[in-house]
């Protein structure tokens, strides 16, 4: 797969950094706002932003549904910070998951940190904690790359990856070459 074509749901939050990011790594990028911005899509992308205003933009849409059948065909899956939410149990369920939001206190509480996440090589990741979620609870399947203070804020479940922060506010680049590695793997492997 030379270019995969990764979606971007872009009904609020920052999704212009996360397609900075995917072309800068060789990705095509579609701004996913209705449900047929969802078709031949390899990977989704869900960014951060405010979860109850895209839970409702996502009602708005028609968008629910078609999420589902997409990670139900298993397109890998990408949440930060609200995105994170969004994929866990209270909101579409596709992550076996419940986030707690605002979990490390308002805006005034944002930080950065360095992260060792389990996977992704070259050293901490720098984190930007921003209003951020963390995993309050997880089924077997969803394995924990990394913690703060004891709180999962980054985990994997089979080819859907959430984190509780911004890579994409930082220069970072891993985390999303990490999730296009997932993508090509699917392709590869004819799915």
Known sequence: MDAPVVGILSLQGDFA????VLRELGAVVREVRVPADLDDLDGLVLPGGESTTMTLGITREGLEEPLRALA????PLFGT???LIMLDRDHLALMDLRAERN???RQVRSFEADLEIAGIGGGPVRAVFIRAPWVAEHGDGVEVLAAVEGHPVAVREGDRLAVAFHPELTGEQRLHAHFLELVR???????
């Open 72 to 75: 139900d065909r298993g397109t």
């Open 17 to 20: 950094a996360h397609a900075r």
């Open 103 to 105: 979990a490390f206190g």
């Open 185 to 191: 793997a699917r392709a590869a492997a004819g799915c």
């Open 81 to 83: 910070c609200a995105g």
